[in-house]
């Protein structure tokens, strides 16, 4: 399992978001939570640092 460390942007976020939202952590989830938000940004940064070639072109619009 991914763990984060106090350093990491992932924990700033999710702190700033928690604190914004008014949704408190408890202390004896901190840790499972601050897991989850660590395989949650691993997993958007496989999407995200993934290249696409130049020359790829974007699907066209589906209308039903």
């Known amino acids: ?3 984060a460390t106090e350093d990491d942007p992932t924990l700033t976020y999710l702190h700033a978001a928690a604190a914004r939202l008014g949704l408190p952590i ?3 989830h901190r840790a499972e939570v601050e897991a989850a938000a660590a395989v949650l940004a691993a997993q958007g940064r496989l ?3 993934f290249a696409l070639p130049e020359d790829i072109e974007a699907a ?3 209308t039903p």
């Open 1 to 3: 399992m991914t763990t």
């Open 26 to 28: 408890r202390p004896e």
């Open 60 to 62: 066209p619009r589906f």
């Open 47 to 49: 999407v995200t640092d």
